[in-house]
């Protein structure tokens, strides 16, 4: 008898999602002695291609690489306003230790994150961050016998009698149908066209600097192909994952992270937030959107003094390459980044006047409860007289790292229909998945798209 002809499945895009669909379908098919034949399409170059995942940390919120947190489920339905689904974040948790193994068992160490200062959910990270985990899985992968096809744009897909048959791609040029039984879609949200961020954020959407070189890829594309296909839309598409960062750097998210411990001014010189309304990860998303839509000039400065320098380890909170703006006097910093001096001591001055407490309470590694007493807006921790210079000001803009619209999936990473049905061959992990509301649960983004990448490989194997 002839062989059977292989399971062909295609995989769009090689962030942590992609790789992971692609690898562990090769591997399962390997394991079920199912003859399969799978391609992953992204429209970078080589050099280019892993999204937003090649540029990131991809810190994961695990108490270590063999477990999570008992509240693990709650807390991150939490930021979402209990919106989310709690089947889908259950699965996370359940699979996420075997996925941590699995990746170890491709080469991936982990530590932890240098990153934070002030304590939150644990979290572990890959050596080397998202290039060293994107590295060893593609390695993986095509040791496993996984095709890559760099500089190929997903255009559509072809369905014929509800089932589907092919996707349709562009490269060098030209136009083709890849034939295919299934499809992951893995090739992120849409922050990366203007238009539409400027139709789902409004004016100034479309000028919202990108977090890192990696970001623009990701366009929307595989979310309308799946929407055009008939999957339903999910999340919330007036939500995107935004951080502060160095205007003037010019290196992959320059965050700066250490703007509790200050305050911060918009040109006017006036403060227009609790910079201390909660740990960093709590409120930067607020901070940086603030700034961008609704800042004079969608810009703002982070002011520190001296006492900066005394916190330790205060550099992991800071991944801008420029130095701060320092200065004597504080009539002399308003002067380097061109806020009204009197406008700015006026601000400071009110500050400095309303911090109650003892300074030497202060504690950047957790909430420390100083606070402001009437001042407005307030400061609700790490609230300490800004008076020892020299003193420093960061510039801060917001950046957008991914939005949270995007397409219905279930717990098996199956996209689904507006009446809740499954798309049959239809798969997708990571950004594109609408499973965020209001905010982003700190550190899961990476998590999730090795965890429902590696089931939705899976599942493609199993149709």
Known sequence: MPEPAPLRIVVVGQGAAGVAAALSAAEAARTAGRAVA?????????????????????????????????????????????????????????????????????????????????????RIQPQGGGAALLAALVKAAKAAGVSFRYECAARGIVQAEGRIVGLEVDQSGRRETLPAEAIVLANGGFQGSA??????????????????????????????????????????????????????A????????????????????????????????????????????????????????????????????????????????????????????AALGETIAAYNAACVGTPDAFDATRCDGLHTHGLAPPKSNWARAIASPPYLAWPLVGAVAYTFGGIATDEHARVLRPDGTVLPGLYAAGEITGHFYEAAPNSVAVLRALVFGRIAGRQAVAI
């Not at 008992?70 to 991150?76: A, L, P, R, T």
């Not at 075997?98 to 991936?108: D, F, L, N, P, T």
């Not at 999340?235 to 935004?242: L, P, Q, T, V």
């Open 38 to 122: 799978v391609t992953l399409i992204d429209k970078a170059s080589e050099s280019d291609a892993g999204g937003n995942t090649r540029w990131s940390p991809s810190n994961m919120r695990m108490a270590s690489p063999d477990r999570v947190e008992d509240s693990f489920v709650h807390d991150v339905l939490a930021a979402t306003k209990n919106r989310g689904d709690a089947r889908y974040f259950t699965r996370l948790a359940a699979d996420a230790p075997e996925v941590a193994a699995w990746a170890v068992s491709h080469g991936v160490a982990f530590i932890q994150p240098p990153y934070y200062l002030a304590k939150g959910p644990p």
């Open 195 to 248: 238009a539409l961020m400027r139709e789902h954020f409004g004016p100034g959407g479309d000028t919202m600097r990108l977090i890192s070189p990696g970001t623009h890829y990701n366009g929307g594309d595989g979310i309308a192909m799946a929407l055009a296909a008939g999957a339903a839309k999910s999340g919330d598409w007036n939500g995107m994952h935004a951080e502060p960062v160095d205007a003037r």
């Open 250 to 341: 010019t290196t992959s998210a320059p965050v700066v992270l250490v703007y509790p411990f200050g305050i911060v001014v918009d040109k006017t010189g006036r403060r227009f937030f609790d910079e201390g309304a909660g740990l960093v990860h709590e409120t930067w998303e607020w901070l940086a959107r603030e700034i961008h839509f609704n800042r004079p000039g969608s810009i703002a400065y982070t002011i520190l003094d001296s006492r900066l320098f005394d916190i330790a380890d205060y550099k992991r909170a800071i991944r801008s390459e420029v130095e701060p703006f320092r200065a004597d006097t504080l009539s002399g910093l308003a002067g380097l980044i061109g806020v009204d001096a």
